[in-house]
């Protein structure tokens, strides 16, 4: 009996002393001080000059949360890092879709903010902000998103950059409405600002970033999916990402294909040869598809997967309540590929929602 007892004590004190390491495992990391490094397959760092403090918690994939007290300068930001020999043309179409609980007290950017080198540029592509609205020489404006950005542009003389002290250009596109989520399609920013002779070098950075100054205050960015793909470059999923395409930006094609904001914001097919496309470059031959998406009622909805002209196979949403469905293993072709999304069994009985394509 007393054997039994210490065997009973000895396991209990194994069970102790596991619930006592356990939670150093599962803890979200918290950053203090400047720092950069991976995180969640994401590149993330932390920048603060004198005064003041501030702390970020990585969390999950993109995501983080921020707080920061009487800094004069603070930047926390998830993204991604690039190696300085590519144009924003050479890497791929950029989006990010983001969502942050927002709060900030006094100057601050809830942004979209990099840099590019050859010539050095520091950059901003603004949804909200603080106390002070960011303003420059204006050049033109930007109709993308749902919105209306104004683009400026500004000089940094003997600043701080990632090239040590130097003089550079900053490019801004400033949302004139505030928000805080939604899709923020980068490269379309680059792009406009190219044609108002606002030159881009080669990628350093691209990271969504809350940003304070002279300033307090708080922001937890619960959702934050960078994605690259397109005709202009970039790989999906070579790396282990995910690749996520919001089907309204896609391609409509068919005579009744349209957008919808329920159940989701998305685009509904609702008869055969209904379809969404684009066009998607893969460096690797095999990848798995996730289409999230829903039937208008009880009935099964299918949409058909073609990828560069091959039926690759069918997702089906069996009920109105959105769901996400997956074909693994996908073969495919490499390079420039088009994919669509397209009905061709519909018999009347119902229609099909879409909202987003993931890529692993």
């Given amino acids: ?15 102790f002393c596991f619930a006592l390491i356990l939670p150093t495992v599962i803890v979200h990391a918290a950053v203090t001080s400047n720092e950069t490094g991976t995180h969640g397959g994401y590149d993330y760092e932390y920048w603060k000059d004198s005064g003041g403090s501030g702390i970020m918690t990585l969390n999950s994939g993109g995501t983080f949360s921020a707080e920061w007290s009487n800094v004069n300068n603070i930047l926390f930001r998830k993204g991604k890092k690039f190696d300085e020999t590519q144009t924003h043309q050479q890497i791929g179409n950029m989006s990010i879709n983001y969502g942050a609980n927002y709060q900030p007290n006094g100057n601050s950017y809830l942004t979209v903010y990099g840099w590019a ?25 930007i109709n993308v998103d749902g919105g209306t950005y104004d683009i400026y542009e500004t000089t940094r003389t003997n600043q701080p950059s990632i090239k040590g002290t130097a003089t550079f250009k900053q490019y801004w596109s ?19 600002w190219e044609n108002l002779g606002m030159q881009m070098g080669n990628m350093y950075e691209v990271a ?3 940003e304070g100054y002279q300033s ?3 922001a937890d960015v619960y959702s934050n999916t960078f994605t690259i793909g397109g005709s202009s470059g970039g790989d999906s999923g070579s790396d282990g990402s995910t690749t996520k395409v919001e089907t309204e930006d896609m391609t409509k094609g068919g005579q009744y294909t349209g957008n919808i904001s329920s159940p989701f914001n998305g685009v509904a097919l609702y008869a ?3 379809s969404v496309s684009y066009t998607q470059y893969f460096a690797n031959n095999t990848h798995s598809f996730s289409l999230r998406g829903a039937s208008d009622n009880s ?6 997967l073609i990828i560069g002209g091959q039926n690759k196979g069918t997702f089906y949403f069996g009920g109105s309540y959105p769901a996400v469905y997956t074909i693994d293993n996908v073969s495919h072709g490499t390079g420039n590929q088009t994919i669509e999304l397209v009905v061709t069994a519909d018999d009347g009985t ?6 987003y394509l993931e890529i692993q």
């Fill in 299 to 304: 009935e099964m909805a299918r949409v058909d």
């Fill in 350 to 355: 119902w229609d099909a929602f879409i909202d």
């Fill in 208 to 210: 969504l970033t809350v």
């Fill in 1 to 15: 009996m007393k054997l039994i007892q210490k065997r009973k004590m000895f396991f209990l004190a194994i069970v």
């Fill in 272 to 274: 055969n040869n209904d």
């Fill in 117 to 141: 080198v050859d010539p050095l540029v520091e950059f901003y592509i603004v949804d909200s902000w603080g106390s002070y609205r960011p303003t420059g020489t204006h050049k033109g404006t």
């Fill in 174 to 192: 400033v949302r004139t409405s505030k928000r805080t989520s939604g899709t923020i399609s980068v490269s379309e920013h680059f792009k406009a």
């Fill in 216 to 218: 307090s205050g708080s």
